[in-house]
């Protein structure tokens, strides 16, 4: 089993930044691809910004340009700036990991971790 950790959510001003970070633990072979995502109220749940174990990165349209995804060997972090009250939301972060005898891939997904912004 692995488990991923999120942490750094909160309340802050419109303006303001936030970083998140995704600490990954557990029957680890490899991890692929991480990455966060999102979820408002009432909405579906929308990808933030996803990095491959080479360093790619894609964010979503809607923060690019404020947000930058980074990562260090099983940790991801999302370091978020100009923060805007749309951007509140929960936000979860997302593993795609190898494991197992022969090798398998599974998505994880982390409890998830609050972020609120205010007008």
């Known amino acids: 089993q692995v488990q991923l950790v999120e942490s750094g959510g909160g309340l802050v001003q419109a303006g303001g930044s936030l970083r998140l970070s995704c600490a990954a633990s557990?029957?680890?072979?490899?991890?692929?691809?991480m990455g966060w995502y999102r979820q408002a109220p009432g909405k579906q749940r929308e990808l933030v910004a996803t990095?491959?174990?080479?360093?790619s990165r894609n964010h979503g349209d809607s923060v690019k340009g404020r947000f930058t995804i980074s990562r260090l060997e099983n940790t991801v972090y999302l370091q978020m700036s100009s923060l805007k009250p749309e951007d509140t939301g929960v936000y979860y972060c997302?593993?795609?990991?190898?494991?197992?005898?022969?090798?398998?891939?599974?998505?994880?997904w982390g409890k998830g971790t609050l972020v609120t912004v205010s007008s």
């Open positions: 997302n593993a795609n990991v190898m494991e197992g005898s022969p090798r398998y891939s599974v998505n994880y």
């Open positions: 990095i491959t174990p080479g360093g």
């Open positions: 557990g029957r680890i072979f490899s991890i692929n691809a």
